[in-house]
């Protein structure tokens, strides 16, 4: 594990927001479409801010470390800052790898599961509000991810 960033080992070994909400605002669950691991996404949101966020993964050391980064960065934040412009995919992904530090080109194809679990734990909220309009747009961001598992795997 030696081309591995200290920041991503530690999110891996102490692992932030692991567990499941009761009663959570929103769920998310995606199997990663490039090795099947699962992850599964829960948001509790009050006022339209992110209270709480909580996950679990079968997934890999990558894919825990991701998840822990993601619930770390996006904790606290309002859900309509992160669904903001028309960049949402990238500026995730984005706080995922500031917060883990780097990540071995091999296992880029990980960050997106816990991210697309997120975004639709999100999306459940939005539906449960009837709030339309949202829905569609993360429909839209969710139909960018594919691209995102492929990074990293070609050459
Ligand atoms: S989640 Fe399956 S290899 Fe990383």
Redesign the pocket.
């Known amino acids: 594990m030696k081309d591995i960033s200290k920041k991503l080992l530690e999110h891996f070994q102490n692992p932030k927001n692991v567990g499941v909400i009761v009663n959570a605002d929103g769920y998310g669950k995606v199997e990663?479409p490039?090795?099947g691991?699962m992850t599964e996404m829960y948001i509790k949101v009050e006022k339209n801010i992110l209270k709480d966020v909580k996950f679990k993964s079968y997934?890999?050391f990558?894919?825990i470390a991701s998840a822990s980064a993601l619930s770390e960065a996006v904790k606290g934040k309002k859900i309509d800052g992160i669904l903001k412009g028309e960049r949402t995919m990238e500026q995730l992904m984005d706080m995922v790898m500031k917060e883990l530090g780097d990540i071995p080109k091999k296992?880029m194809?990980?960050p997106p599961?816990p991210i697309e679990a997120f975004l639709k734990a999100i999306q459940d909220y939005c539906a449960k509000k009837n709030e339309e309009k949202m829905v569609k747009k993360i429909d839209d961001v969710l139909s960018s991810v594919k691209c995102y598992y492929k990074v990293g795997l070609e050459e």
Do not use: P, Q, R, V
Request: charged share 15%.
């Open positions: 990663n490039i090795c691991d997934g890999c990558a894919t296992k194809h990980c599961a």
